[in-house]
């Protein structure tokens, strides 16, 4: 802590307290919020919890102090958070847990509320920012003043509003909540003084900073919590994740021999895998052992999460249904095997520490029954992704909440019913399904297994679809499960071959009876458009067919361009296709092409076809 300010508290509390009384200020913008000086504290809160909502170059933030007080005395108020705060910021620094600010709307009967807080870069040569953070309730005010430390750069960051280059800035500034005249308004305060340099920070605080404060203002239910890496600090996460990025990241996805996209995947599992190798470090240091977690990987996929998690020093092994082409580029330490995995008594882990499920499809809620089932000591994570339950689609949607929410609730109570206190989080990934469960330990004691075991057979029994689990030969369920044979009748694992989910595989004639039945369809729509031609034909475009998942027309091809911005085939040359198939619909419409032979893409008639071109693309 001696680095926050100066050695001594009398010299720290007089340096605050001087910035806070005596800033001399100017206007930088004020903006018109339709909110309320409640909701201005809520929006504050955001701020102070989750900056790196606002600027995407931070990774976080940790609070390192907070207090309230109901006095005005503010040199008593100061002296005494910062002889507290040394002692607090060493256990922050130190602990594992988000601390975080609650709602500063319910702290206004207060009269000042101080806060201590270090923001990360994500760029790991950027230093932290400490800041000392003071609401001011009676003022309606809140201040930011930047703690110099003592041989250590100091860095908040110069934003350029396009680029948001970092660079070593430090000001301080004030947001204010103001009434006038029956309205509201949020400004924002400087230095009267700023250099070039301080200059574009000010210009980001203006244009980013204070519109999203009052954007936030305006709402009415605010979460001001911390969602995502709740339970791992940010600081070595994000430390962390830049090294694993820099050493298996580039590299995968230059050789990435799949056909899935190698930016969302490879760097999808370094985050994943990051999060894991910091969660074992806290267990580790939870149960004071230096033994690296061993692990199982049910339903690897690529497996690249296990080669980076055993690169790392953690023994484990990776299991799927289906080995994949980058299997082969690893090597031999990374202990990869194709195999079904059906649960059982004989699907059980008991010599490995951890259970993963990394988007494990039909085996996801099988997880914490497995890691269950294994040892007393197996723990497990699991990150949900298709909805599916013990020998099923998952299909118990919950009255207000959406299907996935939905999915999320099962799979916890999964957990719990199988003796689990079980932990939820949000992780930083390229992926819509972000949400994970953790289960490290178990709310029963060692010798009350067979009650759990008992309690998790019913659980299946009663949600399985298959009548024979119950036992046709006079077994209760539980036993039936203690045995050799599968705990679920009527699970089914994946197929080793991967269906095809186009129409690759479906006949030519079965395509062309489909296309010219939705064809006719969209023709003879009540709500047909039509276009005039400059040749003076009238040509049908036809309406809007509603289909599950979205909707289908006609492309209009009276356009110059008839592709979407975001389609593929406007980005693409197609200057070495031209001519080279033919036209369906000058073949097929009963008002033929919209555009001239000279004109369209494609060959009106075998005439029009350019031979060579078409040639030399089929070889």
């Not at 802590?1 to 200020?25: A, P, T, V, W």
């Not at 899935?260 to 910091?278: G, M, N, R, S």
């Not at 458009?529 to 979205?550: A, F, H, I, M, Y």
């Not at 975001?566 to 198939?581: I, N």
């Amino acid at each position: 802590m001696g680095d926050l300010i100066h050695d001594h508290d009398d010299d720290r509390k007089n340096f605050i307290i001087c910035c806070y009384q005596n800033f001399e200020s100017d206007l930088v913008d004020k903006l018109s919020s339709a909110g309320t000086f409640e909701s201005f504290c809520d929006a504050v809160t955001i701020w102070i919890n989750k900056p790196h909502v606002v600027n995407r170059r931070l990774c976080g933030s940790k609070i390192l102090y907070q207090n309230s007080a109901t006095d005005t005395n503010i040199d008593d108020f100061f002296k005494e958070c910062l002889s507290c705060s040394e002692k607090y910021n060493s256990d922050a620094i130190h602990g594992t847990c988000v601390e975080e600010v609650p709602p500063l709307s319910s702290s206004i009967g207060a009269t000042f509320y101080f806060v201590i807080r270090e923001i990360f870069h994500k760029q790991c040569s950027q230093f932290s920012t400490k800041e000392a953070i003071i609401m001011d309730f009676q003022n309606k005010m809140v201040n930011f003043i930047p703690l110099n430390g003592q041989g250590k750069k100091e860095t908040v960051n110069e934003y350029d509003n396009d680029t948001e280059t970092s660079k070593n800035v430090a000001i301080q500034y004030q947001i204010c909540f103001t009434e006038e005249s029956g309205k509201s308004w949020i400004a924002l305060n400087t230095p009267r003084k700023v250099d070039a340099s301080e200059k574009s920070y000010v210009d980001w605080l203006r244009t980013n900073l204070l519109r999203k404060l009052v954007n936030w203002s305006s709402e009415k239910k605010l979460r001001t919590s911390i969602t995502s890496l709740r339970l791992v600090p940010v600081d070595r996460y994000n430390q962390l994740y830049n090294t694993l990025k820099e050493k298996y990241g580039r590299k995968f996805v230059e050789i990435w021999p799949e056909k899935t996209d190698p930016q969302k995947f490879v760097y999808e599992d370094v985050a994943i895998a990051t999060y894991l190798l910091i969660t074992w470090e806290i267990q580790r240091r939870e149960q004071k052992s230096e033994k690296l977690q061993s692990f199982v990987d049910l339903g690897c996929g690529n497996g690249l999460l296990v080669h980076i998690l055993q690169s790392e020093g953690h023994p484990g092994l990776g299991l799927d249904v289906r080995k994949r082409n980058i299997w082969d580029l690893y090597g031999d330490q990374t202990k990869l095997k194709e195999e079904s995995i059906t649960p059982s008594a004989e699907s059980t882990f008991p010599e490995f520490d951890w259970l993963i499920g990394n988007h494990s499809d039909e085996l996801t809620p099988w997880i914490p029954v497995i890691a269950a089932r294994s040892s007393y000591t197996c723990s497990y994570f699991v990150l949900p992704c298709c909805h599916f339950d013990f020998d099923r689609k998952f299909s118990q949607k919950e009255a207000n909440e959406s299907n996935y929410r939905s999915y999320l609730n099962f799979v916890r109570e999964v957990g719990e019913v199988c003796g689990f206190t079980v932990q939820e989080d949000t992780l930083r990934i390229p992926s819509t399904k972000r949400v994970c469960f953790i289960g490290k330990t178990r709310n029963y004691k060692p010798e009350e297994k067979d009650l759990i075991d008992d309690k998790i057979a019913n659980y299946i029994n009663i949600r399985s679809t298959a009548s024979s689990i119950s036992g046709t030969d006079g077994n209760p369920p539980a036993k039936k499960q203690k045995t050799g044979e599968v705990w679920s009748e009527g699970f089914t694992p994946r197929p080793s071959e991967e269906k095809s989910r186009n129409c690759k595989s479906v006949d030519s004639g079965t395509v062309s009876h489909i296309v010219q039945t939705v064809f006719d369809v969209l023709l003879e729509s009540t709500e047909c458009e039509t276009r005039q031609l400059e040749d003076g034909r009238v040509w049908r475009k036809g309406g809007l067919l509603t289909v599950s998942g979205g909707a289908v027309q006609l492309r209009d091809l009276t356009l110059d361009e008839p592709y979407s911005k975001h389609s593929k085939l406007a980005k693409r040359d197609k200057s070495q296709y031209f001519k080279t198939m033919q036209c369906w619909f000058y073949s097929n419409h009963p008002d033929g092409c919209p555009r001239t032979a000279q004109k369209c893409h494609f060959a009106h008639g075998e005439q029009d076809v350019r031979k060579e071109q078409s040639d030399a693309c089929t070889q």
